[in-house]
């Protein structure tokens, strides 16, 4: 089978490009032609055979000029719709997976495929098809916001969701009259939902239901765990030092529980709030080994996010490495805890995350017994993701009309 990968970033920018090169790999090695399609730049790191990518679009650092000239090609780009169709010519999928398209690629892309008569699936990373700044987070209210989703994209400008900016804002919220009217997000055979929470934002944005796969991200396959280390008790929480990650509250029952040890790996805007607090250990970004067995070796880690994550891979490493996870009750990271893998706690709530800390660091017997339950229940690898994702294209491919 030949499939074409489509993404706005051919290198490792984020979490969709981990999860696009992972499975990338996977279907490879089964003996499946990849290749992939999205924006040049130096860091590029996979290709197509005719090495053929769109120009590199930075529209967050340009200036006012290169903003207005690109704001166009923000929201349609004939450049990407004229050269996928130059890979699709020379490749002949048999499928094309987009995943972050919106801005530098555009949905223009959609058409182009559509004349090929080749089945589209797309994995939801993130809100866009329903929230033009495709968080659902207001920075400036520091807030979870829905204020979109009546489709009254006007909110986006009055707010000035993308980046404080009324400029980006516009083009946003513009975007999404534009595609939403088309109605262009249907023209999708299928969409990959990583969550129940994704999916019914995007079927309330529009996407007919009967598109939609549920398939919660894959994790690392870990064959041989180590036995914990216990020498050291501490709570971990890894990821980004922001506020919508839930830093502010986390660091606030931090200084309410001044007998047990934190270790925050990461960085971020908020990364100078640690300072000073005697129970933190702020170690930094951290990768590889070196954060594999920080997770390990922790009692717990802790998700307290005061945004609606999608399907945080914190979580499901954090239970792939046999360790329980407190997180917030938003977004899709409940779905991904048991009563036996972990707590949910309601977000925003010091005392409710203070006494689900307490609960857990004060039995090392139930500990025990959730980090067995965690790798019992850690089964979706990525080798078994990706048997699913053949069994989705030879669907779509068979029933292609």
């Known amino acids: 089978m030949k499939?074409?990968?489509?993404n706005k970033f051919l290198y490792p920018a984020g979490g969709a490009e981990t999860y696009m090169f992972g499975l990338g790999n996977c279907l490879?090695?089964?003996?499946?032609?990849?290749?992939?399609?999205?924006m040049d730049s130096e860091d590029r790191c996979v290709s197509n055979t005719i090495d053929c990518y769109t120009e590199n679009i930075d529209f967050r650092n340009a200036g006012l000029s290169d903003k207005l000239k690109s704001s166009l090609k923000t929201i349609y780009s004939k450049e990407a719709e004229s050269k996928i169709g130059k890979v699709i010519d020379n490749f002949k999928p048999d499928i094309v997976h987009l995943n972050n398209i919106n801005f530098q690629l555009t949905p223009s892309i959609i058409y182009e495929i559509k004349k090929h008569n080749i089945p589209i699936v797309q994995t939801v990373h993130d809100t866009q098809i329903a929230c033009p700044n495709h968080r659902m987070y207001n920075e400036q209210t520091e807030k979870i916001c829905t204020d979109c989703f009546d489709g009254n994209y006007m909110n986006c400008i009055k707010n000035k969701?993308?980046?404080g900016s009324a400029l980006k804002s516009a083009i946003a919220a513009y975007e999404?009259?534009?595609?939403?009217?088309?109605d262009t997000y249907n023209l999708v055979d299928?969409?990959?939902?990583?969550?129940?929470?994704?999916?019914?934002?995007?079927?309330n944005a529009g996407v007919k239901k009967d598109k939609i796969e549920i398939l919660h991200n894959y994790c690392k396959s870990y064959d041989e765990l180590k036995p914990k280390d216990k020498s050291r008790k501490y709570v971990l929480y890894f990821g980004r030092l922001s506020v919508e990650k839930g830093i502010k509250t986390l660091i606030d029952v931090c200084r309410e529980l001044p007998d047990i040890e934190f270790i925050f790996a990461g960085t971020g805007p908020l990364a100078d709030l640690c300072n000073g607090i005697s129970n933190i250990d702020a170690v930094g970004f951290k990768?590889?080994?070196e954060l594999t067995q920080l997770i390990r070796n922790a009692m717990f880690s802790i998700c307290p996010s005061e945004c609606n994550e999608n399907c945080p891979m914190s979580v499901i490493e954090s239970i792939a490495l046999g360790t329980p996870v407190i997180c917030s009750d938003l977004g899709g990271a409940p779905e991904l805890i048991t009563e036996n893998t972990g707590e949910i706690f309601k977000a925003y709530d010091k005392n409710d995350l203070k006494k689900k800390i307490l609960k857990l660091y004060s039995n090392t017997e139930l500990?025990?017994?959730?980090?067995?339950?965690?790798i019992k229940s850690s089964t979706n690898t990525v080798k078994k993701y990706s048997e699913a994702m053949i069994g989705i294209y030879q669907s779509l491919i068979e029933n292609r009309g």
């Open 3 to 6: 499939i074409l990968m489509v």
């Open 28 to 38: 490879k090695a089964s003996g499946h032609q990849v290749e992939y399609f999205g």
């Open 161 to 163: 969701c993308v980046h």
């Open 176 to 182: 999404s009259y534009y595609y939403h009217k088309r």
């Open 190 to 203: 299928c969409y990959i939902c990583p969550s129940r929470f994704i999916s019914d934002v995007i079927i």
């Open 287 to 289: 990768t590889g080994d």
């Open 367 to 374: 500990l025990d017994k959730m980090s067995e339950e965690c």
